[in-house]
């Protein structure tokens, strides 16, 4: 918009003193397009304006939700959290809790500074800052340990490392985020806006010489019949709407819960070849639940007392799945024989978990290949049972008594309701996905096939991932991925588009460029959609402002030259009424079909999956045609109303 600025300057000057230009037109002509134009310039200020109220209304939210706390800051960070009492801590002001800190949290305090969980589990209500409202476990030595300031403990206590300094905390990166990501353009943009500059530049040499053109056809023509004509060919319409195409895309995902860290990843997002995608809760409800207890070379009951008693005091979800499955069987056991020392959790090394009975039995359960390794009597036809379970996409748990396997439990992970559909969607906008998953070749399969997936990894680590990432990347192509855990985190920092989770470590909130506030994996599939939603909606005004200056082209030229020239008279097929009705109605034109376009700038083009072929022709003959049909009708129908009204 600069050269429509400068423009507004020379029409003031030719306002004020018509002769420095050789002014032929009456003053309130020229005072008239001074007029129009700097209402063109407000338009296009407004239009990038109300886009950035809406990045400002969002941070002015996020603001909303810091609130003054104290917190209990340990005088000794060795102590251990089961013996801590009041004369341990003291209370201090949040803002004087510093990084490096050690403080202790119990239920109804309010977590002071953003850290991590070094000791205990709790649970936490972090409605304030995801809007969900129902609570999350935080608890030390995994991938949830990561707690943020602001939020509610509901129960239980915990000992927690601060690793955020005053005014460095989540929430205070993510409202630095949203103001300065809304101010940046991302290269696209800049791409686009030096395109733009090119076009401006190559129309600008063509108006300039026309003058000159006019002169060696004894043609006076007027600087002000310039002008116009320079601000119909140059793409103004695009340029004022630029910035709000962008602020309205991070908007948009904004509104899904998620803080992209730039705009960049937002159109990255809408390039993306390839998402890699994990098959536990993404793809799956991550909630594997016991279907059956299958007996192999045992009684019935003595396998179904023997899951119930391996899973009785086991708190993960598969274990009270169990229980449950095993009350729904009318199980019973008794209970004075379990004792909760006795339990032996489920660790990575055994791969197994279980409990030990009083008279000395030994009770365990587990992956089937670590039961088989610890057991010494294996029943015939185990294996076989298990593959049964794994091919139908199931996971399947042995359970041995004294080193001798009875049976299997067999776990279910049900496909994520309308996950197939989603993933069928991504693959008609071009976009390849993937699946990872440390399950088994088997149930890496069958869950794969059924969700429609042909590429997919089984038994993959997740330091895996930063290798997948490079040799998609190593072919040319855009890759996006989620993740929550600290050895997520350099794939996250690798990839185009990395969605980390709230509920994640920091580390990987850091390494990601977009952050998730309600932990769902699946969101990725919507960042992509609202990517390629900013991309669809740019091209298409894009489309409709080249179309637009052609058309005005054939408007202006005719109009303007053919008093020199009859022969243009032939193409004046618009039959307007002068010169000057032309350019001001042309000028008008111009300025009003800014204001109309910022509701779609803002909202987007609708958008369905489709291939880039047919959205290219469904761009060209939808905003194409419209950018050619309007200025036609647009300007008649202002010419003939200036007209009515006795301007001309």
Not at 12 to 20: D, K, S, V
Not at 251 to 273: F, Y
Request: aromatic share 6%; glycine share 8%.
């Amino acid at each position: 918009m600069f050269v429509v600025e400068l423009c507004t300057i020379l029409t003031i000057i030719l306002t004020i003193y018509p002769p420095l230009f050789s002014g032929q037109e009456p003053t309130w002509y020229y005072l008239t397009i001074t007029l129009i134009l700097v209402f063109t310039l407000l338009f296009a200020n407004y239009a990038e304006s109300l886009a950035e109220l809406q990045g400002e209304a969002h941070a002015d939210s996020l603001k909303a939700l810091q609130v003054e706390s104290e917190g209990k800051r340990l005088k000794n960070k060795d102590i251990e959290l089961d013996e801590i009492t009041e004369a341990d801590y003291e209370v201090v002001a949040g803002e004087e809790i510093e990084k490096g800190d050690y403080v202790f949290a119990e239920k109804g305090d309010i977590i002071p500074r953003d850290g991590e969980v070094v000791e205990g589990s709790a649970s936490i209500d972090e409605s304030a800052i995801t809007g969900e409202s129902e609570p999350v476990i935080r608890e030390s030595g995994g991938d949830r340990n990561s707690v943020t300031e602001g939020t509610e403990v509901l129960s239980d206590v915990l000992k927690i490392e601060v690793t955020a300094a005053v005014g460095e905390s989540f929430l205070d990166r993510m409202i630095d985020l949203v103001e300065t990501a809304s101010r940046q353009k991302t290269p696209n943009e800049i791409s686009m806006t030096l395109i733009l500059a090119s076009f401006t530049f190559v129309y600008l040499t063509a108006v300039v010489t026309m003058r000159f053109f006019g002169m060696y056809v004894d043609m006076n023509v007027d600087v002000a019949n310039l002008i116009a004509l320079l601000i119909g060919l140059m793409p103004t319409t695009i340029g004022a709407l630029l910035a709000s195409i962008r602020i309205a895309g991070m908007t948009r995902v904004t509104r899904e819960n998620i803080i992209a860290k730039s705009g960049k990843a937002v159109e990255s997002a809408g390039d993306l070849d390839a998402l890699i995608l994990d098959k536990t809760g993404t793809i799956t409800t991550g909630e594997r639940i016991a279907e059956e207890f299958i007996v192999v070379g045992s009684e019935k009951n003595e396998l179904y007392k023997a899951c119930l008693q391996s899973s009785y005091f086991d708190e993960t979800p598969e274990g009270r799945s169990v229980v449950n499955l095993a009350h729904d069987l009318d199980v019973e056991v008794d209970e004075s024989e379990l004792k909760k020392e006795k339990f032996v959790e489920f660790s990575a090394k055994t791969r197994m978990s279980g409990i030990d009975l009083p008279d000395g039995t030994e009770i365990r359960k587990g992956s089937v290949e670590a039961v088989k390794e610890y057991a010494e009597e294996i029943p015939d036809g185990l294996t076989d049972k298990a593959h049964e379970i794994a091919d139908s996409g199931g996971t399947p748990l042995a359970v041995a008594v004294d080193k001798r396997i009875l049976g299997l439990i067999e776990l279910q992970d049900e496909l994520k309701i309308g996950i197939k559909a989603r993933i069928q969607e991504l693959q008609e906008m071009g976009v390849k996905c993937i699946m990872a998953t440390g399950d088994n070749e088997r149930t890496a399969r069958y869950v794969a096939e059924q969700a429609g997936i042909e590429e997919y990894y089984s038994e993959f680590k997740p330091e895996e991932k930063i290798a997948l990432v490079e040799k998609i990347q190593k072919s040319g192509k855009l890759i996006g991925m989620t993740g929550d855990g600290t050895n997520d985190a350099p794939a996250l920092a690798k990839a185009d588009v990395g969605l980390a989770m709230q509920a994640g470590t920091n580390a990987a909130k850091e390494a990601g460029n977009m952050v998730d506030l309600d932990s769902d994996p699946t969101k990725l599939i919507e960042v992509v959609a609202i990517g390629k939603q900013l991309l669809m909606t740019r091209g298409s005004l894009t489309t409709f402002s080249i179309a637009n200056d052609i058309s005005r082209y054939f408007a202006l030229i005719p109009a303007i030259f053919s008093a020199g020239i009859p022969a243009l008279q032939q193409i004046n097929f618009m039959n307007l009424y002068s010169p000057q009705s032309v350019v001001i109605a042309s000028l008008i034109y111009n300025s009003l079909i800014i204001p109309f376009l910022i509701p779609l700038a803002m909202k987007g083009v609708d958008y369905k999956a489709e291939s880039s072929s047919k959205l290219l022709r469904k761009n060209l003959v939808i905003y194409g045609g419209a950018g050619l049909i309007a200025p036609f009708i647009s300007i008649k129908l202002i010419d003939m109303l200036l007209v009515m009204l006795g301007v001309f």
